[in-house]
C-alpha cells in the first residue's frame, strides 16, 4: 500500500472515532491537537506525525 493511500486510510478511521480541534503544541515533525471521542465525554492529545519529512530530511529513514 503506498503511503497516500495508508495516511487517507489512517485519517478515515481516526475521523471515526473521533472529532478533531484546535492545534496545542507543534514541532518540527509533528503536531499536537485536542480532540474528543465522537460520544464527546473525554478529551485527548493526538500528536500527528508527519512521515514525510522523515524522508526529506537527511539522516533519516522511512524504513
Known amino acids: 500500500m503506498e503511503l497516500a493511500q495508508e ?3 489512517i485519517r478515515l478511521v481516526f475521523s471515526d472515532l473521533y472529532n478533531l480541534f484546535e492545534i496545542i503544541g ?3 515533525f509533528s503536531v499536537v491537537r485536542r480532540c474528543t471521542n465522537k460520544s464527546g465525554d473525554k478529551q485527548y492529545a493526538v500528536k500527528i506525525i508527519d ?3 522523515f524522508t526529506a530530511t537527511p539522516g533519516f529513514s522511512a524504513d
Open 7 to 9: 495516511k487517507k486510510l
Open 26 to 28: 507543534k514541532g518540527p
Open 51 to 53: 512521515v514525510e519529512q
